[in-house]
T-cell receptor
Framework: QKEVEQDPGPLSVPEGAIVSLNCTYS??????FMWYRQYSRKGPELLMY????GNKEDGRFTAQVDKSSKYISLFIRDSQPSDSATYLC????????????FGTGTRLKVLA | NAGVTQTPKFRVLKTGQSMTLLCAQD?????MYWYRQDPGMGLRLIHY???????AKGEVPDGYNVSRLKKQNFLLGLESAAPSQTSVYFC?????????????????FGPGTRLTVL
């Protein structure tokens, strides 16, 4: 079993929809959670960074962590065609490590 | 700033050939990483470096060597390429930032190198 599981998609939604992207994990020691966005044939770029449980909002993006269920989510409100990309979750147990465990990524397509 | 750059962008090798991938960053970051990305496997760490002159093994180091002779450069070498090393290779560099009282390590990625080994 992989430490981090992520539905590969693809996920197709109409423009303006609310998108929910999710990851589950097995290691209860994970404390730091990140979401990266990767456009086709580009490198990943950091979208959101959260620590422990709770929500964090940044514009149209909300990251949610539920440590009791070992489940993290990224919500995109008012989705746009420019949001079409692969979204990767990543996590690490402490801030003192440089080693992140990445999910396999979910491919999202927002249709105009 | 160019950020993180990788050379070359594409390469085709025959089994047994060797090559070096070059990563350069102009952000004065201490930490640098090499990942490979394969379908269904996500990003996997090959080697990393926490400073000039230091390197360490990641999750999948076999068949690769690295060197960090200058702070801004991180080289990934394949001494004898195998078809299993066909992949997209990403370099990243990072720094420590803070958000409130929480320290975090934001990694900046290069555009990738697509390598095919025949």
């Amino acid at each position: 079993q992989k430490e981090v599981e992520q539905d590969p998609g693809p996920l197709s939604v109409p423009e303006g929809a609310i998108v929910s992207l999710n990851c589950t994990y097995s290691n209860s020691a994970f404390q730091y959670f990140m979401w990266y966005r990767q456009y086709s044939r580009k490198g990943p770029e950091l979208l959101m960074y959260t620590y422990s449980s709770g929500n964090k909002e940044d514009g149209r993006f909300t990251a949610q962590v539920d440590k009791s269920s070992k489940y993290i989510s990224l919500f995109i409100r008012d989705s746009q065609p420019s949001d079409s990309a692969t979204y990767l979750c990543a996590m690490t147990p402490t801030s003192g490590t440089y080693k992140y465990i990445f999910g396999t990524g979910t491919r999202l397509k927002v249709l105009a | 700033n160019a950020g993180v750059t990788q050379t070359p962008k594409f390469r085709v090798l025959k089994t047994g050939q060797s090559m070096t991938l070059l990563c350069a960053q102009d952000m004065n970051h201490e930490y640098m990483y090499w990942y490979r990305q394969d379908p269904g496997m996500g990003l996997r760490l090959i080697h990393y470096s926490v400073g000039e002159g230091t390197t360490a093994k990641g999750e999948v180091p076999d068949g690769y060597n690295v060197s960090r002779l200058k702070k801004q450069n991180f080289l990934l070498g394949l001494e004898s390429a195998a078809p299993s090393q066909t992949s997209v290779y990403f370099c990243a560099s990072s720094y420590w930032g803070t958000s409130g009282r929480v320290a975090y390590n934001e990694q900046f990625f290069g555009p990738g190198t697509r390598l095919t080994v025949l």
